[in-house]
């Protein structure tokens, strides 16, 4: 072969090659793309069934919760047994032992991972330990959040808002705008409530503990208000005629921190007169009366309940799969606080148009 025959066909073969690598490396992005949408669409082959186990309902907050929970295990394609709360709609209190059967039956099931607000520790945290002892890993969200619980339940962590710390920024924004004579409304039983009211009285620089009893002529003071309406939060109405009356009898309170954004609405409606009125979590209507001119909600404590239902998903998910990764560290991965009010409402509008606030 002369040689400028052989260099042209060598110039060919190397053209071919270059042009034949180029293609394969096309068809392979291509299916890696191709794959990496049907996982994220909850195509993937995910084998773990989970359990979501919670004491709450189906109202506006904890349905934004089992949303998160339910796009996590189809962003993954795992499953979920079923979204349980042990409060159904109508009663009272959270059924703690009826939640605590709930576990029980997720163990038995054999289920490869248990989500649960560990709402009664006293309760639950040895039925929860005994899934750990099992293999079945957990993780605690929205209440349990503290590193004691954590332990004693053998959770791997616990997704939700600090409560305390919570409550602690929201009494120091109170006393910043000078209404430091707080009542604490306290709608329901739960650790988590009266850690919420604590932190107020921190935040005001009035101790460890929001007090019981009858609120003083003048702040700084935090004052307890526990509810004696059944079922206050599916009857705001009730409940707001109980603080109006409350609030009528201690003309020198001038803050009201609802725990409860029912309640909180409802008292708004109620314009009850220099009082300055402040809720926790997010809906639609604490929207509007952030938006309002002027606002007739001083703020809201957004404690971004989807990702209370999302992470939990996705951490029990990469535990299972992915040799016992864990997050954590045996404290709690916090999904708030977040003070929310005219300034930043529309920050978050957008979540709460989508149900994912």
Known sequence: MAP????????????????????????????????????????????????????????????????????????????????????????????????????????????????????????????LASAAAAGIPVVLVNAGCDDADIAASKAITCVGQPEQLAGKQAGQRFAKEGASNVVCVVHQSGQNLLDRCDGIAQGLGVGQQCSTGNAPASGPACTELILSTPNAASNPQQAVGQVTAYLQSHPGVNAVMTLNNAIGQSLVTAKPANVKIATFDLNSDVQNDLEASPPTLDFAVDQQQYLQGYLPVEFLYLYDKHEGNAVGGGTTVASGPKLVDSTNIKSVAAAIAAGDD
Not at 31 to 55: D, E, L, Q
Not at 62 to 86: F, I, M, N, P, Q
Request: net charge positive.
């Open 4 to 127: 400028r025959t052989r260099l042209r066909t060598l110039r060919t073969g190397r053209l071919l090659t270059a042009a034949l690598a180029t293609l394969l490396l096309i068809a392979g992005c291509s299916s890696s793309s191709s794959g990496s949408a049907k996982t994220a669409s909850g195509g993937g082959s995910c084998p773990y069934t989970f359990a979501v186990i919670t004491h709450g309902d189906n109202g506006n907050f904890w349905s934004v919760v089992y949303k998160g929970a339910k796009d996590a295990a189809k962003d993954t394609g795992c499953k979920l047994s079923e979204t349980y709360g042990s409060q159904q709609q109508g009663q009272a209190q959270p059924d703690d032992n009826a939640e605590n059967a709930q576990i029980q039956n997720a163990i038995n099931a054999k289920v490869n991972g248990i989500v649960v607000s560990d709402h009664a520790p006293s309760v639950m945290n040895s039925t």
